[in-house]
């Protein structure tokens, strides 16, 4: 028989190696899961302690009565480290939900810094662009140079509306952007919105020699602000009129699909490339070779993609076999 100290010794022996390789067994699990890891780590003290009242017992240390009591507080004591570890998962899957959503807060406030900082940079460039031409045309008036004045003050004049145009669509961006646009919602007939639309932009479409059609079906109605919904459809015929060739077709139809109003603008400017469409909506992104930079500061379509999710609506744009299509998506009322 052995002795009580080596009882003891080899009880504890065998409590220590047990949680050894316990706590090695859960830090290799939870490489992999640190969820398992969390719920199998407070079943180790009790496993160690099985182990050291089994050892004691083989060792008749502890008499039959005794060991029998133990071995069902650690029957007992399964239950609770369970729950125990279940509570720390939870209480662990918070914790890193909590510190990926921080994260993922952090990484868009970082992302929407650099693009604030893209879209000054570009608006910079785009308001000294003209203002430079604008310098230069008023000089020469003044010095009595230019060869025809009145060419120039139609060119001021286009100058003046084109920057006019940009400060309103910062502006709005702005507002959208920061959440302070308040919607005036109301039932809106978009044949209405159409036929407006096409109007204002009719003289544009001249400019540029560019045929301009619309049509929408009878009974499309929507509740929208309809100040902001015609800003939005405004600023696509603009973009699309911009850059369609001389000759060309701007097409604009509004029709039901299913619970849904859509007004798609077509134009024929060639197509966008693939690996543009996806930054179309982006604020201050002007576009490649098909959508000429130069010719605003990017933000019409960023414009239009706020004003739609405002409205709890979409804008989508895809190639047709000119050129492409914009598409606005409103639930019906």
């Known amino acids: 028989m052995r002795s009580e100290v080596e009882a003891v010794l080899i009880a504890a022996g065998s409590a220590a190696a047990t949680g050894v390789i316990g706590l090695g067994a859960t830090a290799l699990i939870g490489r992999r899961s640190p969820r398992t890891a969390a719920i199998v780590a407070p079943l180790i003290p009790v496993i160690a302690v099985a182990a050291a009242i089994f050892v004691s017992g083989r060792a008749m240390f502890i008499s039959s009565r005794d060991l029998t009591i133990l071995a069902w507080i650690v029957v007992a004591a399964f239950p609770i480290a ?74 001021l004049h286009q100058e003046v509306d084109r920057l006019s145009g940009m400060v309103d669509d910062l502006l709005a961006l702005s507002r959208l952007q920061s959440g ?4 005036t919602l109301d039932e809106v007939d978009v044949r209405d919105v159409v036929s407006d639309t096409l109007a204002s932009t009719e003289p544009l479409a001249q400019a540029q020699h560019v045929h301009l059609h619309g049509h929408a079906d009878p009974g499309l109605v929507v509740r929208a602000d309809g100040r902001e919904l015609s800003r939005a459809l405004t600023n696509l015929l603009v973009n699309a009129l911009r850059h369609t060739p001389p000759d060309g077709s701007v097409t604009v139809d509004a029709r039901r699909r299913g619970e849904e109003v859509v007004i798609s603008v077509t134009d024929q400017c060639g197509g966008i490339p693939d690996a543009d469409l996806a930054r179309l909506f982006e604020p201050g992104w002007s576009g490649s070779a098909a959508r000429t930079p130069g010719d605003g500061a990017g933000l019409g379509l960023a414009v239009v993609s706020g004003v739609m999710t405002a409205h709890g609506g979409d804008v989508r744009a895809h190639n047709t076999e000119e050129g492409c299509a914009f598409e606005l998506t409103l639930a019906t009322r």
């Open 82 to 155: 369970i729950a125990f570890g279940i509570f720390a998962a939870r209480r662990l899957d918070e914790q890193t939900r909590a510190a990926a959503a921080v994260a993922a807060e952090l990484e868009a406030d970082r992302e929407l810094e650099r693009r604030r900082r893209e879209m000054a940079s570009w608006i910079s460039h785009d308001l000294r662009t003209p203002l430079a031409g604008m310098r230069a045309m008023t000089e020469a008036l003044e010095d009595g140079v230019a060869p025809d004045p009145q060419r120039y003050y139609r060119q």
């Open 180 to 183: 302070e646009l308040q919607l």
